[in-house]
């Protein structure tokens, strides 16, 4: 099965505040991890990645948090735009080949 | 750069038949990947290849094949299409140099996709 995996499919948020997505993974051996944005009838974009290495590495409005005592992995986006609205893949690899494992996707819905 | 590329971006297949969707890439990428994206959910690995001449299966395998002669091409291959293979296939490409800890450096990049019909 899966070791990566998504806790909210639908995640609906208030234009202009911070949106805050979950993920959990299984495999204690992952040692880099990338977030993901899908949006409808186009192929994943690459949004901001981490190795295992770090706990926190930031981008522009976006945050990727990563906590291997819990193994969770959080994707924070700040000042959420309507142009933020697609599906959020978290995904890992274990190191050893390059082999990328995606989760399920969680929806990010902005609200007026 | 084009990045990558995919053809066709959409095709209907009949039970039984074959076909082959190609990808490109122009970044002298040496990883390059092929998913599949069934509706609502990630996306799943079908082979992928460290470079020209070495390919590997990935989570999903059975039903395809694929070969890499050149860096620039990974094209899939479907020799006897099946309902199952109904899908949007992704092809993917990155550098990974081997060792590496600098984060961004394996990024992959996806090509627009390729939706599959078999009936």
């Known amino acids: 099965g899966e070791s990566v995996g998504l806790h909210l499919p639908t995640l609906s948020v208030q234009e202009g505040d911070n949106s805050i997505i979950n993920c959990a993974y299984s495999n204690s051996a992952s040692d880099y991890f990338i977030w993901y944005k899908q949006e409808s009838g186009k192929g994943p974009q690459f949004i901001i990645d981490i190795r295992s290495n770090m706990d926190k590495r930031q981008g522009q409005r976006v945050t990727v948090l990563l906590n291997k005592t819990v193994k969770h992995l959080s994707l924070q986006i700040a000042a959420t735009q309507p142009g933020d609205s697609a599906v959020y893949f978290c995904a890992e690899n274990m190191g050893r080949d390059d082999k990328i494992i995606f989760g399920k996707g969680t929806r990010l819905h902005i609200l007026p | 750069n084009a990045g990558v590329t995919q053809t066709p971006k959409f095709r209907i297949l009949k039970i039984g038949q074959s076909m082959t969707l190609q990808c490109t890439q122009d970044m002298n990428h040496n990883y390059m990947y092929w998913y599949r994206q069934d509706p609502g959910m990630g996306l799943k690995l079908i082979y992928y290849s460290v470079g020209a001449g070495i390919t590997d299966k990935g989570e999903v395998p059975n039903g395809y094949n694929v070969s890499r002669s050149t860096t620039e091409d990974f094209p899939l291959r479907l020799e006897l299409a099946a309902p199952s293979q109904t899908s949007v296939y992704f092809c993917?490409?990155?550098?990974?140099?081997?060792?590496?800890?600098?984060?961004?450096?394996?990024?992959?990049?996806f090509g627009p996709g390729t939706r599959l019909t078999v009936l």
């Open positions: 993917a490409s990155s550098y990974y140099l081997q060792g590496e800890v600098i984060a961004g450096t394996d990024t992959q990049y």
